[in-house]
């Protein structure tokens, strides 16, 4: 025991500091976990009918890990509803109507509104699983569409097991109209939908727009009457407090809502109040609790708040400690999954992403002094997974935000940071403009205010639903495709039912790669499957995308995009200004480094023959271990700044990126993007596809994102940076690139992970040199880069002591979570990143 502790001691693991008594206290009380007496654990409603469903586990097609429980989940969660008193003409209105009035009745009077001690904000009771308001009739059709051998969990299903990835019309992942909230209050967008429905003639009144403006209007003051309960709340405290101090702020924060989220907010305090407020209802709209659901540019939105009250007398620390209960907030999404999983629940991170700094409007730097109040809060409540900062840094960033920033990277584990630049970001925002012709929404003037949600993935902010993480490609697919002539490699085990399945021609018929006789010849195929497994998983989401837009309209979400209220069309519907579904390239490096090694092995040095390396992939690589050694060894690898291997990767990377510009949704007309976030499929999804021919043996996790493989990156980080931004497209030569000379294929943003030895910041000199590394970055690397800096001993010792590491984040990939939770395979991939080499 004694060693074990001196060992904890000699690592730093970032602790809190300079919190008051409150914040401590509520920050303590979060963590309580289960052993709390209140938490915000999901609570459940039904219409109270026989038929009634609850859980749509449509959502959740794109989490693997929930496909054993998805009845079970909707079982369990409708047997744990309660009724709720139903209007009588509820059945007679339209679906969005009766579901806009049943969270609305919910949330207004039947969750309970409960204000904790010291708190300055009110708002804690938001994750609910509520009634999907469907008759008996449209749950029979829409169940016919989701059940049996060709419907929408088997099909997602054949698509995971085979190694193609996954597909599912998913919540979260926007950024709503939070600023306009606060600009005109809830009363405004009340005003302007009643205006839209008094503009519809009796036809439209009585159609599908009239019925979803309805619903919007309904949904438009669920906000105002939630506030009113807290404030009844705050005020009933309020008479019995005996502590002067607290009496006032129970009664200030009851003004507060007297106005707020119905009216524009004045004051900083009525700002974060009305944001909190409007926020949290939009998780208990969607029933889902905070993934991706971000505050687009905090710093920005909340500045001029921050400015009139400091001007007004507001100490800018009461400015920061009603940000720091903002924080707490935020966490309690985690309750939603309370008793599921190691600390108690507490896993991973739920996305609710905000930006700060970054170019301005004119042009210029955007950084204020309310980026770095956020900035020090982050630093004072950390270790703490939500929200997540994105900093935003171009050529522009001055010198002071710079060194904050690395000093707190220097601190904090690595986990909280994900960095974003905008030249390249912004290049692939203004080709998403050209690519789908959207540049009245888009263009040099305003491309500056766009934002990152969820992971790291980049939209517009208020007016666009791009679904981010909707669609997850396995990339590598197309190369075992190519080499079997449009079969799987191996048979496939269903690990629900044993069910074994022989290889079928389930892909186009390309021929066997054993006859081809040169690589232009293999590449024509590759290109071929590629393009087909595109063109596969559109379809595939399309089955999902059709059965959401028909039977799950979220109205109060709605009322926060533009664009559904001009059209008459909620989110769902494709109802956004700007309507995009992204596809995900999963895979990336294994992908360009398996093609690399093809080429090399046998066409270039001729080695072996075709025959024999799908013969030894077929095997796992027993027996031909020598081979297996000269693949992962000797072969060009992506990643090094390496001229050859960059060029396979730029064509990889230009052959899928443009093929998903080909495709948009039929029911809803959205347009396909593409984009480059793994989450944490190139782990479990490891075990899923068979060995590749860069050496990797099957049930070894993949690359992540456009990282390189791990174990690829032996010549730093520089030359990783630098091959990134080459596979991203580079730099025009002409200088007229996307965004200046800047070219980026990817509009939503491409995830790098790269992990540190803490001893590369352990004085001023090496500071400095990470600080150019950054510099650099900025002019040849990629869109986002998410930096761990961790010691590998250190995680050893926390994979083998656990209950001494509880608080030690790390970031995964787009999400950060507390490596004492996350399983071993994780937890082994993240050491195995840290030491450069593979596991």
């Known amino acids: 025991m004694a060693q074990t502790e001196q060992m904890v001691a000699s690592f730093h693991i970032k602790e809190p500091k300079g919190l008051s008594s409150r914040i401590q206290w509520l920050r303590d009380y979060f963590f309580k976990g289960v052993s709390r007496p209140w938490n915000n654990e999901y609570t459940c409603w039904s219409t109270g009918t026989p038929w009634d469903i609850q859980y749509d586990e449509i959502t959740y097609y794109i989490v693997p890990e929930t496909y054993a429980f998805l009845q079970t989940f909707r079982g369990s969660i409708r047997q744990a509803s309660r009724p709720v008193p139903l209007e009588e003409k509820f059945w007679t209105w339209s679906l969005p109507e009766r579901r806009a009035w049943f969270n609305r009745e919910v949330m207004v009077n039947h969750v309970p ?21 469907w008759s008996e009739k449209e749950l029979k059709e829409r169940d016919a569409l989701v059940y049996g051998p060709t419907g929408a969990r088997a099909s997602m299903k054949w698509f995971h097991d085979h190694g193609y990835g996954n597909a599912g019309a998913t919540s979260g992942h926007i950024i709503p109209d ?32 009239g019925a979803e403006l309805r619903a919007m209007i309904t949904a438009s003051t669920m906000a105002r009457d939630v506030a009113a309960k807290y404030r009844e709340e705050l005020l009933h405290l309020a008479a019995t407090e005996q502590n002067d101090v607290r009496k006032a702020e129970l009664l200030a924060m009851a003004g507060n809502l007297e106005r707020v989220p119905w009216k524009p907010a004045h004051t900083f305090w009525e700002a974060v109040q009305s944001l909190w407020l409007t926020h949290m209802l939009v998780m208990s709209d969607e029933n889902y609790p905070g993934p991706g659901v971000s505050f687009g540019l905090l710093d ?45 629940g507490i896993t991973a991170g739920f996305g609710q992403l905000f930006n700060l700094s970054g170019i301005g409007p004119d042009g210029k730097d955007a ?118 002539g449009g079969k799987d490699l191996l048979a496939t085990t269903d690990g629900m039912t044993g069910k074994v399945l022989q290889p079928q021609q389930d892909s186009v018929a390309t021929g066997n790669a054993v006859g081809f006789h040169s690589w232009d010849e293999f590449w024509q195929a590759y290109v071929t499957q590629t393009k087909t497994i595109v063109k596969r998983i ?27 209220m001009e059209k008459g069309l909620d989110v769902t519907q494709g109802g956004a200004e700007l309507s995009f579904v992204t596809v995900e390239g999963v895979t990336f490096a294994t992908t360009v480094d398996s093609l ?59 052959l899928w990126s443009s093929e998903t510009w080909n495709y948009r949704t039929t029911s809803t007309s959205r347009q396909y993007r593409p984009g480059m976030l793994s989450w944490n499929y190139w782990v479990g999804d490891g075990y899923v596809m068979a060995a590749s021919a860069d050496g990797r043996p099957q049930g070894q996790f993949l690359s992540n994102a456009i990282c390189p493989s791990n174990g690829a990156d032996v010549k730093g980080p520089t030359a990783s940076a630098n091959s990134v931004g080459t596979a991203l497209g580079g ?6 690139g996307d965004f200046g000379e800047y070219l980026n294929c990817l509009p939503n943003g491409a995830s790098h992970t790269i992990t540190f030895s803490p001893s590369i910041l352990r004085d001023p000199e090496h500071r400095t040199k990470f600080k150019a590394f950054l510099r650099g970055y900025i002019e040849n690397g990629g869109t986002a880069l998410q930096i761990n800096m961790v010691d590998s ?47």
């Not at 030249?423 to 040099?444: P, T």
């Open 300 to 344: 920005r939105m909340l500045l001029p708040y921050w400015e009139e009250s400091l001007r007004e007398g507001m100490d800018r620390e009461w400015g920061k400690e009603i940000l720091k209960c903002f924080w707490i907030h935020c966490n309690f999404a985690y309750d939603a999954q309370m008793r599921v999983g190691a600390n108690q």
């Open 596 to 654: 690399l090694a093809i080429k090399d092995l046998v066409f270039d040095a001729k080695a072996v023959t075709m025959e024999e390396l799908v013969t030894a992939l077929r095997d796992n690589w027993k027996g031909h271990e020598v081979l297996q050694a000269r693949a992962k060894n000797k072969t060009p690898k992506y990643g090094r700044d390496d001229e050859t291997a960059d060029a396979m990767a730029r064509a990889v990377m230009e």
């Open 113 to 133: 509104h409960e204000i904790l001690p010291g708190d300055l904000l009110a708002g804690a009771r938001f994750n609910v699983q509520t009634s999907r308001c």
């Open 731 to 736: 730099r025009a030569p002409d200088g007229n």
């Open 538 to 564: 559109t379809e595939l989401y399309e089955k999902s995308e059709s059965i959401r837009a028909r039977y799950s309209p979220t109205p109060y979400l709605s009322c926060l995009v533009r664009g559904c």
């Open 793 to 839: 001993d250190m995680l050893r010792d926390a994979q083998a002591h656990p209950g001494n590491y509880r608080n030690l984040l790390v970031r995964v990939t787009g999400y950060n979570a507390y490596f004492a939770s996350i399983g071993r395979e994780l937890q082994n991939e993240i050491i195995t990143r840290e030491s450069h080499n593979t596991y």
């Open 178 to 209: 939070y600023e306009t909230i606060l600009r005109i209050g809830w009363e405004g967008i009340h005003g302007k939908l009643e205006q839209a429905y008094a503009a519809l003639g009796d036809e439209d009144k009585k159609g599908p727009k």
């Open 367 to 484: 950084t204020s002094d309310l980026t770095y109040a956020l900035l020090e809060v982050l630093d004072d409540m950390s270790p703490i997974l939500e929200p997540k900062p994105n900093v935003r840094l171009h050529r522009g960033t001055p010198e002071k935000l710079l060194d904050k920033v690395v000093d707190m990277i220097a601190g904090s584990q690595g986990a909280p940071f994900l960095l974003n630049f905008d030249e390249r970001s912004m290049a692939g925002m203004m080709r998403e403009a050209k690519s789908e012709h959207v540049e009245k929404l888009i263009d040099k003037d305003n491309v500056n205010s766009y934002a990152s949600v969820g992971c790291l993935e980049n939209t517009m902010v208020g007016n666009d639903r791009s679904g981010t993480v909707d669609c997850n490609l396995n990339l590598l697919k197309a190369v075992e495709l190519t080499l079997t």
